[in-house]
């Protein structure tokens, strides 16, 4: 069982900024992928970043060249950086864990087995 706990939402200005934390404990697999996604009310949820255990990484097209997600091994922790804000950014954010899954599909929750508890992200114009 894999525990992850997210933070780090809060509200900013359009251009601003925000790193979101997602704490990992519990038994994770021994390759993975921890991933990175939102949603807003009434909307499906979307996958925004991924990193695979090789540290690969993988971006929703809306969000190449402002975020960034990264892994600290030794802090069991993923973040994701997010720059250049915009109010289209808006949402819950969730991290997510899944044996690797080597960039395919990576941007499909229901191939994600666990989930962490959502922070939320505005952005006001």
């Known amino acids: 069982q894999v525990h992850l706990a997210g933070s780090g939402g809060g509200s900013v200005q359009a251009g601003g900024s925000l790193r979101l934390s997602c704490k990992v404990s519990g038994s994770i697999y021994r390759v993975y992928t921890f991933g990175w996604f939102r949603q807003e009310p009434g909307k499906e949820r979307e996958g925004v970043a991924a990193?695979?255990?090789?540290?690969?990484?993988s971006y929703v097209d809306s969000v190449k060249g402002r975020f960034t997600i990264s892994e600290d091994v030794a802090n069991n922790t993923v973040y994701l950086q997010m720059n250049s804000l915009q109010p289209e950014d808006t949402a819950m954010y969730y991290c997510?864990?899944?044996?690797?899954?080597?960039?395919?599909?990576?941007?499909?929750?229901?191939?994600?087995?666990?989930w962490g508890q959502g922070t939320q992200v505005t952005v006001s114009s």
């Open positions: 990193i695979d255990s090789d540290g690969s990484t």
């Open positions: 997510a864990a899944r044996g690797s899954c080597y960039g395919r599909d990576w941007y499909n929750p229901v191939l994600y087995n666990d």
